[in-house]
């Protein structure tokens, strides 16, 4: 993972966060109000605003699970049908995405905040997945043949949450700056984090597979790896909104971040994914997703 630093200055905010890429951050979110922090860059941007419910799917994979691509191709049909309220990444790590030392199957898509939420699960078996981490059919990670029908239970759900992210990007330095937006639309008990990532979509490997009616079997050169978890540019499971993690209804929560892309990376893929999670249940309960590279 790159160095990561939030050392771009704001005037409007009232501090700036600093971090290394594997340390957790302490220091709470700010709460600014709307016209305090109305960015004006001179960068192309883009930007997306959530106000219904969203759902998320987290996909345990690997280069070298043979079963995994059904399940994967079937989540982004489901996706398109759901409008994209269904937001995916893929978290290569564990047995299956450990490369080999030579050709072809040596890509390494494993991270190290993508290892943290693997070993955070009691993943067993492949295809794997959470749905807003949350139990369905009292397991919490569920096969492939069940993320369809959890998705729809969630789907279901009110929203509690609005959420705006923007994005902008800066070619000459290959960087992105995000600023994330989340007004809580009641007055909801516990503490809560939100997390931001950055994953690289449409990147060619090969991949094992064992179903010859989605792609070549049992080899797939140039599978189309989608959403791959690249980094966090928050601590893996989040940082508190205020100092003691409670929220406020009605109020808008604001920060931005930045972030330098790895030059091995086409920006042009790569998206930022943002979620908000109850710490206590550890369920997610709103996730927008946003294109680094604006129109």
Not at 220 to 228: A, P
Request: aromatic share 10%.
């Amino acid at each position: 993972m790159k160095q990561k630093n939030i050392n771009w200055l704001i005037a409007t905010v009232l501090f700036v966060f600093t971090w290394s890429a594997c340390d957790k951050i302490d220091e709470p979110l700010s709460l600014v109000n709307e016209q305090d922090i109305n960015l004006d860059l001179d960068l192309p941007f883009d930007s997306v605003v959530v106000n219904h419910k969203q759902v998320l799917l987290e996909d345990f994979t690997g280069i070298k699970c043979q079963n995994c691509p059904t399940a994967a191709i079937n989540a982004h049909i489901l996706a398109e049908e759901k409008d994209h309220h269904l937001i995916i990444y893929s978290v290569h790590a564990g047995y299956y995405a450990e490369p080999n030392d030579s050709e072809p199957y040596n890509s390494d898509f494993r991270c190290e905040t993508g290892n943290e939420i693997y070993n955070s699960f009691p993943i067993s078996g492949w295809p794997a997945g959470t749905v807003n981490r949350v139990e369905y059919e009292d397991n919490i990670i569920l096969s492939g043949g069940d993320w369809e029908a959890a998705v729809n239970v969630e789907l279901e759900k009110e929203n509690v949450i609005d959420m705006t992210l923007k994005s902008y990007y800066d070619s000459d330095k290959n960087e992105v700056i995000v600023l994330v937006a989340s007004t809580f639309l009641q007055q909801l008990e516990g503490k809560y984090n939100l997390v931001v990532l950055i994953v690289e979509d449409h990147i060619l490997s090969w991949q094992k597979n064992s179903n010859p009616e989605i792609g070549p079997s049992m080899d797939w050169e140039n599978y189309d790896q989608r959403n791959v978890l690249r980094d966090g540019l928050s601590s893996t499971f989040g940082n508190y909104f205020t100092n003691d993690g409670t929220i406020v209804s009605g109020e808008t929560y604001k920060t931005p971040f930045s972030y330098t892309l790895n030059d091995d990376w086409v920006s042009g893929n790569c998206n930022i994914i943002s979620y908000i999670i109850h710490e206590e249940t550890g369920e997610i309960l709103q996730v927008a997703e946003i294109g680094v590279v604006g129109e």
